[in-house]
Every structure is written in C-alpha cells, then in structure tokens.
C-alpha cells in the first residue's frame, strides 16, 4: 500500500469521530456520535466520553425529579434492573439507593482540579488558539468586511502563504517550505511513526476541535457555494495542525493511542454491561412509551370504523371544508389540534420540505437555499419570477425594496469606512439611540410597527410564481425546473404516502418558520426538513404543481381522483407566534368565502395554540399573542421558543389515531394508511427518511440536554458568533455546533426537554414493517443499538402491539421482557401471517 493510500485511508477511518456541522445560517440538527451508530448506545457514549470528555446520560438529580414526579413507573424499573442483571428485590435494588449510589459515582468521576483557569497553556493549547483563528478566517461566510487573501487557493495553501507572518507560530519562516500537497506534509509529519497507529492520530488531532473539523467535513462531503469559492479538505486541514503541533513541539501521536481507532474500553466492565444511568433511561423511555402506545392502540379500532362511516356518507356532501397539510415537526403537533377544534378542518402530517429536492432561489436573492433535508440530494432549481398579470405589484415592489436596499448601502459603507465611522456616529448616534431604547423596551410595539409596513408593502409571493417547466437549455450543475413526470411523481408520492383518498374544496399545504430578532440560532427554528429554512417555498411548489391540470389527469389515471372544485394553496405557520399565513392570491371567486371563513378560523386556532405555548413558558397567558410576539421582536429574548425540545415519540399513522388525543407538543405525526400501500413502498420511504431525520433531531436534543458543555453550546449570553458559520464561547475556541441552554434548559439544573431517546409507533401490519427494515441494515443498526424503539400496532392482529427486539425479533408488549442473554438466546418472534 502507498504511504498516499494508507494516509487516506487512516483520515477515512479516524473521521467517524467527528460528527457534520452545518452553519448557523442554516442550521441542521444532528446526532453529534453519528459516527458510532453502528455501535450499542452506551459503547458510543463511552467513545464520546473519550474523545471530547462529554457526558452521555442524565445525572442522578434528573432521574431522580422524573421519578419523584411519577414518570418512571416502578414496573417498568424492575424490569429494566431484571433484564441487565440486578436484583430487583434486594435492598441495593432499592430506587433510592440506586439513585444515591448513581449520584456518587458520578461526583467521583468529575471529581478534578476546583480551578484550572490559571494553569500554564499546554502545547496542544497553543495550535488550538493559533488554528482556530486561521479557521475562522478561512471558514468565514461573508461576515467579514476584510477577507482572508487566497482563500481560492484552498485552506492548506492559503495557510502556507499567510501564515509565515504570524508572530504566535515558533519558527514560522519554515512553514513556507511546506511541500505543495498537504499529503506530502501529512507524510513528512509522519515518516517515523508506525503505521498501524496514524488512525488513531488523525482521530486525536479531528477530535480536538470537533465543532470546526465536523463543518470541515459537511464542507467537503456536501459541497456548496463556499467549498467551491474557497475548498478546505480534511487532509488539508491535518496538515496544518500537524505542522503546528510540530513547531509547538505537540504530539503527533499522542501516548497510549491505539493501534485500532476506538478500540479503548472506557469505563465498560467485563461482561459490557450497560451503566445503571441507562438502566434507568430504558425505564423512563418504556413508561413513556407504554402510555403513548396504549393510546395508539386503544385509538387503532376506531380507524376502521372511520372508514367505513366514510365510505357510507361518502355522497351525502360531508366532506371537511378544508384539509391543511403540516409538517411532521412536534410543534405542529400543537396547532393541528386548535385548527381541528375551530372548525370542519382535517390535519395531516407530511415531511415540511413536502417532497420537493430543490434549491430555491427566491426574488431578489443574491443566492439559493438548499431546502430538504441533508439526506437528499439537491435535485432542482426553483426561482420565483415575476408573473406577467401582477407587473404592478412587481413595480411597488421593486420601488420600495430598491430604496431599502440603497440605504442599507449607504449606512453599512458610512459605519465601516474609517474616514466616515466617527463622524457617522456623531450625527446618527441619537436616531440609533432612540432605535435601541424602542427595540429593548417596547419590543411589542416595534413588531406591530413592522407588521404594519409590511402590511403596506407588496410580498414576492403576490406577484411572483415559481417556474416549475424544466429549461433544456440551462447548463448549471443542478437542472432549472423539472419535467411534466416528476411533477406528478411528487404530487403522487404525497398523496400516497399520507394514505389520501379524499379531497376537500381547499387544500392547504403549510410550511413552517420562525420569528425571532438577534438570534444565532434562528434557523434552528425554522424546518429541519427544509435544512433550517422557511417551508413556504415548498409548499407554493407543491400547491402550483397540484394545481396544475395535466398533472390532476395524470394522477386520475394513477387512481387518484382530484374533485374539479378541489383547489389547493399554499400557507405558512409562524411557530413563534403560531400565526399562519394563507398564499391566496390567485384564488377565485367561487373559493373566496371558503378562503375567508378558514382564515378567522385559523385566527382563533392562533390565540389558542398561543395561549397553550405561553403557558410551557411560564409567560403570561392573559395575552398570550402578544407576548408571543414580543418574544418574536425582542432582542434580548434568549428563548423566543421552544423549539423541537420535549421530542420523544414519532406517530406513522392515520389522523384518527391522535386526532383527540393532546401529545403535549412531543410527538411527530406522519400520515399514513397502510391499506393504501399493498407493496410497502411508502411506509419505506417514511421509516428511511423522515424517521431517520427525527432521530438526528432527537439524539441533537438529548446530548445537548445531558451535557450543554460539551454537546451543546453553553449559555447564549456569553456567546460570540463568529463568521456567519458560528458562535464560540467567550472570545475564541472551538465552534459550538450544538444547542444552547436555553434551548432545552429552563434554568442551569432544571431540563425543560426530557431526555428520552425516540420511540416510534407505526399502525401497519408487523411482518410489512420487517420487510422493509430487513432491507435497510442502517435501519436495524439503529435499533439493534438503542438509538431508537420501534412499536407496531397491528390492525390485521386484533390491533395488538408488538416491540421491536434485536435481530428483526417482535415481542407482545404484555409479555414479559426477556433478560439480553434469553433476548440473545431465543430470538423468538411473534407469528406473522400472509397478507
């Protein structure tokens, strides 16, 4: 093997420990021990544990407030203590003794030095200070007024230029004999190190900045418009830190690194036992777990019965006056109920980007948006373009934002020009002044001051549509438009994965974001599904797709009857405000009072849902929006929202299932009938796409809960962002990829999200659900490794429920847990019948 190959090779092997990071601006929610999914829970706990110092479990207090509050059934933790060896009878089994013995071990394992503050920097310390400057030079994405010079160059080459002047590096003037590709370099470094041990060296060097190397990775896995204008690679990267840590007299290879990259046992005992703390994770996900699918299950008979009403009244005129389609996201989950309670409404859940691989390029935008999720590629790009009937609005527009956008000109080159800062600030100091003082004390007005221009002004989507027809002559690397068959692909596939088989005379697909004023994490709100942006976009493509007449032929043909009165619109729903906005320009008049009547419906429907989500934020609920919308405009707010904190179930299913049923915001709900998908093909792409992204969303919660520090981002108030791709804590470091407190704390001790690893319910027959996860081995890694449950309740077996166990094995939940050594022995499964 070349010494080239077996380096590549080792970068290769060693970069599973660094998880992806996406920018802020669109940020993506992640399982930060992604690389380890193939192994059990607690091995991959143990290697974070080793890498970045990170705690993996709830501490003893969290378990012990959740059982003192009665969510973890005592049943429910014998069991779990039987099954992993403990005797649930003797007087060590005892709950409290458990929870003190936890706490203990726990205080010695962080037992360390009171104050490190003033130790004497370590080497090591001195590459990580001077990188991650030059990182964040490098990294940067249009923050910056002076750009890093030879950025184009790449990040290896553009160091090598620059860095030769940086008085902070030791014998700096030899970074200039650097050989031209950073293999070379990496070869030089390590020429007289074994090679069985460059593995683990590379995982060392990787995961001493791990926020940084996991945006270096997504950079130059996914590509994209910065990676293009200014390519950093992994190997470019190592290069650099192992020259530094060379100069800086660091270790290449750090003492006792293995020869096999995360072979170190950790803290695991003999057998490979599970600590106690995931003991009593598994007791707190099973009562969890128990009481959603026993609601699942006791709900699943009335399913049939629905239909069979729906098939008797099916002439008799008693369709919804409006179906509305909301992503799957856990706040949704929210609003669905108040729409359904305000009026003849049926809800549906579908992932928020709806189907649609694009980049969307909206009016006016100086770049594309990515919108679906990271898992999909890009297949299309959408723009929206001026329509030839609404020229007018197009013009006002125009006018208005033209003069904003000279005048933001004006003042940025009058702030940054230093013959101009000082006496800008003289003269404009007192209107900023007064600008501060509205926006800090009176945040509330502002947001209606604002809602009142905008009201006044012209939105693109009023005159503007997106072009749909695919351009034959478009050269770019991602086609302009699509063909007249994948726009009927993708009305089929939405339809035919939420099961539909009626259509109201309003159609309403929603997509969802956020509101909120000085916040770094704001994307972090917006759809995941949509890679951290707005989903209205996507849901104007859908709606114009469904619209279309050719594709309602089409789809007929494929047996999906669309009423000719049927008309389908696109929406939006503010999840800070829970404001929905209706795209309902082009509706006609036979539709309006239809348009009209859903409107006040939905404005009610907000008071409601508002008032629900004040109340989880102990805020004042006597005016619920409008404290909402003060969260929404206040800068100094550091929780506008709650996010997707509190996730722990995800619900494959008819409406009818949960339509009743008040999930508290935790649940994600996908549409889906089963008895409209004889071959199984839409209950796959639910469980391989959106069940995949829910458990990034929901192991991205879980550890930044369980360890803010280290899989999180700390506190926002101390935060700095850095280069539009970041924050840092205090004034440098490492790039905090991961949640801020705030966002699943309601204070520094006291969790708001429940810690829970996801737990699936799925209405289908059982062995259709095992054939499509005997296709998927990631889908069964998953599983078999406890990153997730699965649940399914059978509708073909008396409606009962069965749990996923290791090895594609299912066991009644009224049975008995088995010990893992009877689990491992008998791999007994329940029956399942032919279709």
Not at 151 to 174: K, L, T, V, W
Not at 202 to 211: I, N, R, Y
Not at 447 to 458: F, Q, W
Request: hydrophobic share 35%; glycine share 8%.
């Amino acid at each position: 093997m070349s010494t080239e190959t077996a380096i590549r090779d080792s970068i290769d092997q060693a970069k599973r420990a660094i998880g992806r990071t996406w920018p802020l601006h669109s940020f993506v929610t992640a399982n930060p021990l992604a690389g380890f999914e193939d192994r059990p829970f607690h091995e991959a706990v143990r290697e974070g544990e080793r890498l970045y110092g990170g705690r993996g479990y709830p501490s003893a207090s969290v378990f012990r407030r959740a059982w003192e509050q009665g969510r973890i059934n005592p049943d429910r933790l014998r069991a779990a203590l039987a099954r992993h060896g403990y005797d649930a009878d003797a007087d060590e089994a005892d709950p409290e003794a458990l929870l003190d013995r936890m706490a203990s071990e726990t205080e010695a394992s962080d037992a360390g030095p009171d104050d490190d503050a003033d130790r004497t920097p370590t080497p090591s310390d001195q590459v990580d200070a001077v990188l991650t400057k030059w990182l964040s030079a490098f990294l940067d994405e249009g923050a910056a007024k002076w750009p890093m010079p030879d950025r184009s160059n790449g990040f290896y080459r553009a160091f090598r230029a620059a860095a030769r002047y940086d008085r902070q590096i030791p014998d700096r003037e030899a970074i200039a004999g650097l050989p031209d590709d950073p293999i070379d370099a990496l070869a030089d470094r390590l020429a007289d190190r074994p090679r069985d041990r460059w593995a683990s060296a590379f995982e060392h060097h990787l995961s001493a900045l791990p926020g940084w190397t996991g945006l270096i990775r997504r950079r130059a896995e996914d590509g994209g418009v910065w990676q293009s204008a200014c390519p950093i690679t992994l190997p470019g990267y190592l290069a650099v830190r192992l020259t530094l840590a060379d100069l800086f007299g660091a270790q290449i290879v750090p003492d006792g690194a293995e020869a096999d990259v995360g072979s170190t046992p950790g803290n695991a005992d003999a057998a490979g036992d599970v600590p106690l703390a995931e003991v009593w994770l598994n007791a707190w996900e099973a009562t969890y777990r128990e009481r959603l699918v026993d609601e699942v299950a006791a709900r699943s008979p009335r399913v049939d019965e629905r239909r069979e009403d729906a098939g008797d009244d099916a002439d008799d005129g008693s369709r919804p006056d409006a179906q509305m389609v909301f992503c799957i996201d856990t706040r949704s989950e929210v609003i669905r109920r108040h729409v359904e309670s305000a009026g003849n409404y049926e809800t549906h859940g579908y992932a928020g980007f709806f189907g649609i691989p694009m980049r969307y390029e909206g009016r006016g935008s100086a770049v594309g948006t990515d919108a679906c999720p990271p898992i999909v590629d890009v297949a299309h790009r959408i723009e929206d373009r001026p329509r030839a009937d609404r020229e007018h609005r197009h013009e006002r527009h125009a006018r208005w934002t033209n003069l904003l956008e000279a005048g933001e000109r004006v003042l940025e080159g009058l702030k940054s020009n230093a013959a101009t800062a000082f006496s800008f600030v003289e003269t404009a100091g007192s209107g900023y002044g007064a600008a501060l003082a509205a926006r800090t004390l009176l945040p509330g007005r502002v947001h209606t001051a604002i809602d009142a221009v905008e009201g006044r002004t012209p939105s693109a989507h009023e005159f503007c549509g997106p072009t749909l027809d695919h351009d034959d002559t478009d050269e770019g690397e991602i086609p302009r438009g699509m063909t007249f068959e994948e726009r009927v692909e993708y009305a089929a596939n939405a339809f035919e994965l939420m099961g539909w088989e009626e259509f109201a005379r309003l159609v309403v697909f929603t997509g969802h974001a956020s509101e909120t004023a000085n916040n770094p994490f704001g994307s972090s709100l917006d759809c995941g599904a949509c890679a951290g942006n707005p989903g209205g976009p996507n849901a104007r493509v859908l709606a114009a797709i469904c619209n279309e007449g050719r594709v309602r032929a089409e789809l007929a043909d494929r047996g999906i009857e669309i009423p000719d009165d049927t008309v389908f619109l696109a929406g939006e729903h503010n999840t800070t405000t829970d404001e929905v906005t209706l795209y309902a320009g082009d509706v006609s008049e036979s539709h309006e009072s239809d348009v009209e009547r859903l409107r006040a419906d939905l404005a009610s429907a907000t008071a409601d849902a508002a008032a629900e989500r004040a109340a989880s934020m102990d805020a004042p609920s006597d005016d619920a929006e409008r404290e909402t919308k003060r969260r929404a405009a206040d800068w100094a707010e550091t929780r506008p929202e709650w996010g997707l904190a509190g996730n722990a179930g995800f619900v494959v299913g008819p409406r009818a299932l949960t339509a009743d049923l008040d999930l508290d915001g935790r649940s994600f709900l996908h549409s889906y009938d089963w008895r409209t998908d004889p071959e199984g093909d839409a209950l796959e792409a639910i469980l391989t796409g959106p069940m995949v992204v829910t458990q990034w969303i929901n192991a991205q919660y879980y550890f930044a809960t369980v360890d803010t520090a280290v899989y999180g981002s700390g506190s926002k108030v101390t935060h700095n962002p850095v280069g539009n791709v970041g924050v840092y804590q205090g004034n440098g470091g490492d790039l905090l990829g991961g949640l801020p407190l705030q966002s699943v704390m309601r204070s520094d001790d006291d969790p708001y999200h429940q810690p829970l690893r996801l737990s699936t319910v799925v209405h289908a027959p059982v062995d259709r659900v095992a054939d499509v996860l005997s296709a998927h081995e990631h889908l069964t890694d998953l599983l078999d490794n406890d990153w997730l449950s699965l649940t399914v309740v059978d509708p073909t077996r008396d409606h009962d429920a069965f749990r996923y166990d290791e090895g594609l094995a299912w066991t009644g939940l009224d049975a008995p847990e088995p010990s893992i050594e009877e689990a491992r022995e008998s791999q007994v499964s329940a029956p399942v019948a032919d279709d």
